[in-house]
């Protein structure tokens, strides 16, 4: 399977890689360290791509499939930056059967991504979710910390304007 390319070229700073080396210098000689190296490398960089994956595969000395594995099981890990513009569509019971799917392929074809997905120039990145709390506003999205609820569709484009 082939690894699909990020919108966003990876961009680390010295900085950040010598806050990553720190890191697994503190839990290099621990048995079982590698998920709080993870933890602390998305820390620093905010998500996990795989130029970090393969230095702290090669440090820790562990097979890159297995910190990839790891990374790509738990969801507090992501492969891809995070927009300036975080767009979370809520797909609980509640948004799913009044049309969140409808709200979802509306934000595809504006923003040109897929969840997952940030846009070329960073302002967008795109995520489904579980629930959002706000079920009776169904169907609903969150943009960063802002809930827009009881969406057709319609709206789409004009709430994304204002960012």
Do not use: H, W
């Not at 080396?21 to 590698?34: F, N, R, W």
């Not at 998305?42 to 790891?70: D, F, H, N, R, S």
Request: proline fraction near 5%.
């Amino acid at each position: 399977m082939a690894l699909k390319k990020c919108a966003v070229p990876f961009a680390g700073t010295a900085e950040q890689e010598k806050a990553l080396y720190a890191v697994i210098d503190e839990y290099k000689s621990v048995q079982g360290a590698l998920m709080p190296v993870l933890q602390g490398a998305q820390e620093i960089y905010g998500y996990l791509p795989i130029e970090v994956q393969t230095v702290i595969a090669e440090e820790m000395g562990v097979p890159l499939e297995k910190v990839y594995g790891i990374v790509t099981f738990y969801s507090q890990f992501a492969l891809n930056p995070k927009g300036k513009y975080k767009v979370a569509v809520c797909m609980g019971t509640a948004c799913y059967v009044r049309g969140a799917g409808d709200i979802l392929k509306k934000l595809k074809d504006s923003l040109g991504i897929d969840p997952g997905g940030i846009t070329p120039d960073g302002k967008f990145s795109l995520e489904d979710c579980r629930c959002i709390g706000a079920c009776g506003l169904a169907p609903v999205i969150m943009i960063n910390e802002d809930v827009y609820g009881k969406l057709t569709g319609d709206e789409i484009d004009g709430i994304l304007a204002k960012y």
